[in-house]
């Protein structure tokens, strides 16, 4: 038994380069599978069905959409393409300088407005195994917070075109990768600090356990920052547009913490561990939020407004 362990511990130091480079590789190349081939993978998950057939975006939809792009000055319009999604809000994925493109998915209470809210109230939303009662005083709360104008429809599609046209997918893909190789290179350091590469096995195992956690630890801080600087850049690059999609940005922050809220009641104590008062999501972890804070990306954007009025 101990014949083989060193027989492999010996092989990895042979081909730890090759053997750190492929696995590297493979992380990269799993995280951005979804990305690369969107309409095989991403568009399937999120696809919005119909007794049994994909809903078709709508042609007030696919124009707000395409308005978006001019808008944003969009070089390769064709890169970019928009389907019917589940949700409440626009997703995205792909890469849009790569052959297969990016992808969008816009809800069905897009094609909502005050006056005709039957994208909403049309559908079934089940909460702790009962239907929302439209009618009601917290359902009425909710179908008002899922109703966006189209200014704020126009800004929650432009923050995914920027998102994606800025390479988000590939940098956020590119953390676990890097990370992993700096496991590697914790281990080796460590080892050098305290000279054990001709030490003991167990010590050197240990070592090698801490490095791992550090890499850990390190995946989840830089994953969590790379994250919320990806936000607030392209909420920054969607309000810049115009003032318009700028007053857009804000409603559509005010509106979803506002359905946050409104779900916290709905949900009883599922709703309070996952929503805070203020309507923000709760972290995932104590290292790692679920998302950028939602009162943050509003009052970004107001800081935005403020200094154009300056």
Not at 164 to 169: F, N, R, T, V, Y
Not at 172 to 189: E, H, Q
Request: aromatic residues 12%; proline residues 5%.
């Amino acid at each position: 038994m101990a014949s083989r362990f060193l027989k492999f511990s010996v092989l990895l130091q042979k081909y730890r380069a090759p053997l750190l480079i492929a696995s590297c590789g493979g992380v990269f190349a799993a995280n951005m599978f979804y990305h690369v081939f969107p309409g095989l993978s991403y568009r399937q998950l999120y696809q919005a069905w119909h007794k049994g057939e994909p809903v078709v975006l709508s042609e007030k939809l696919e124009s707000v959409f395409q308005q978006v792009l001019k808008d944003f000055r969009v070089s390769s319009v064709k890169n970019f393409s928009a389907f019917a999604s589940f949700g409440f809000h626009p997703v995205g994925a792909g890469v849009p300088w790569l052959p297969a493109g990016a992808q969008i998915g816009i809800p069905a209470n897009f094609n909502s407005t005050t006056d005709d809210p039957s994208g909403i109230t049309n559908r079934n939303i089940f909460i702790n195994g009962k239907t929302v009662d439209w009618r009601t005083e917290a359902g009425s709360a909710l179908k008002e917070a899922l109703v966006f104008s189209t200014e704020a429809q126009k800004f929650a599609i432009a923050r995914e075109v920027a998102r994606l046209q800025s390479g988000g997918p590939v940098l956020t893909a590119a953390v676990a990768p890097f990370c992993l190789g700096g496991v590697w290179v914790y281990s080796v350091v460590l080892k050098q600090v305290f000279g054990l590469h001709g030490g003991p096995v167990l010590m050197r195992f240990s070592v090698n356990i801490l490095a791992l956690g550090i890499g850990a630890v390190s995946y989840f801080l830089t994953s969590d920052a790379l994250s919320q600087w990806i936000d607030y850049s392209s909420d920054k690059h969607a309000a810049g547009v115009s003032r318009e999609y700028a007053r857009g940005g804000v409603e559509f922050y005010d509106k979803i913490l506002s359905r946050n809220k409104t779900l916290r009641s709905l949900m009883g104590q599922k709703g309070e561990e996952m929503y805070a008062p203020s309507g923000n999501l709760f972290p995932a972890h104590v290292l790692q939020l679920k998302h950028t804070p939602y009162t943050s990306r509003r009052e970004g954007i107001l800081a935005l407004i403020k200094e154009e009025k300056a």
